[in-house]
């Protein structure tokens, strides 16, 4: 297959980004086209839908073999499930797809037509294999079950940002990282509340510490 473009966010590793899409309407990026693929024709009618869904490359998760069974971290990282019952980046072929919100599509001289995109759940640069719309009427299924999933505890952290250290992060970055931190980056297995965490976003190193439903930043380092 050939890649179309990348998408851009403001992660730089893979550590904090959300283990879904839309889980953070706040997180915003883009998606930049290579230049036989910006021919504003094939935008048409793509400025209709809300949504979108991205077929992307897990271009930092690559293995030479597959395993047949993977751990899920929010199954606590001990217990196996099929790779095809999961969205492990580590399978046959290392394709992710994601269903974000089209917020607006720009036209521009240099880069032609620039998608600017809300819910990501991307690493920065990633390979962009194809864009298509979401349909609801096919691709939303209210009646759909979620297989493990369902006893997956989603409930959001609070999160105990201080002031002088939420004053350094740029206010238009503010929402997607405390949206970021509520999810609860850590894996599933760890709960160690002594232990200390860093999420690199925006341009920052956001330190922090997890004491029962409490996350509470600690420090924030510009890198």
């Given at each position: 297959?050939?890649?179309?473009?990348?998408v851009?966010?403001?992660?730089?590793?893979?550590f904090?980004i959300?283990?879904?899409?839309g889980l953070?309407?706040?997180?915003?990026?883009t998606?930049?086209?290579?230049?036989?693929?910006?021919?504003p024709?094939?935008?048409?009618?793509?400025?209709?839908?809300s949504?979108?869904?991205?077929?992307?490359e897990?271009?930092k998760?690559?293995?030479?073999?597959?395993?047949?069974?993977?751990?899920?971290?929010?199954?606590g990282?001990?217990?196996?499930?099929?790779?095809f019952?999961?969205?492990?980046?580590?399978?046959?072929?290392?394709?992710?797809l994601?269903?974000?919100?089209?917020?607006?599509?720009?036209?521009?001289?240099?880069?032609?037509?620039i998608?600017?995109?809300?819910?990501?759940?991307?690493?920065n640069g990633?390979?962009?294999?194809?864009?298509?719309?979401?349909?609801?009427?096919?691709d939303c299924h209210?009646d759909?079950?979620?297989g493990?999933?369902?006893?997956i505890h989603?409930e959001?952290?609070?999160?105990?940002?201080?002031?002088?250290?939420?004053?350094?992060?740029?206010?238009a970055k503010?929402?997607?990282?405390?949206?970021?931190?509520?999810?609860?980056p850590?894996?599933?297995?760890?709960?160690?509340?002594?232990?200390?965490?860093?999420?690199?976003?925006?341009?920052?190193?956001v330190r922090?510490?997890?004491?029962?439903?409490?996350?509470?930043?600690?420090?924030?380092?510009?890198?």
């Open positions: 297959m050939n890649i179309i473009g990348h851009y966010t403001d992660f730089q590793e893979k904090g959300p283990r879904q899409s953070v309407d706040e997180l915003t990026g998606v930049v086209f290579l230049p036989e693929y910006r021919q024709e094939a935008f048409r009618g793509l400025e209709d839908f949504h979108i869904w991205i077929l992307w897990f271009h998760a690559k293995r030479e073999n597959w395993s047949a069974t993977v751990k899920p971290p929010k199954l990282g001990n217990k196996r499930m099929g790779v019952a999961t969205r492990s980046p580590f399978r046959p072929n290392n394709i992710g994601s269903s974000v919100k089209l917020t607006g599509i720009e036209y521009t001289d240099d880069y032609g037509p998608l600017h995109i809300s819910g990501v759940d991307l690493l990633t390979p962009v294999y194809d864009i298509k719309p979401y349909i609801p009427y096919t209210p759909a079950i979620g493990f999933t369902e006893h989603t959001k952290l609070d999160v105990i940002f201080p002031p002088e250290l939420l004053a350094m992060i740029p206010e503010r929402p997607a990282l405390i949206g970021i931190l509520a999810e609860d850590r894996p599933g297995y760890q709960h160690d509340p002594d232990r200390r965490y860093g999420v690199a976003f925006a341009g920052f190193d922090f510490h997890i004491n029962g439903n409490v996350l509470t930043v600690c420090e924030v380092v510009a890198v």
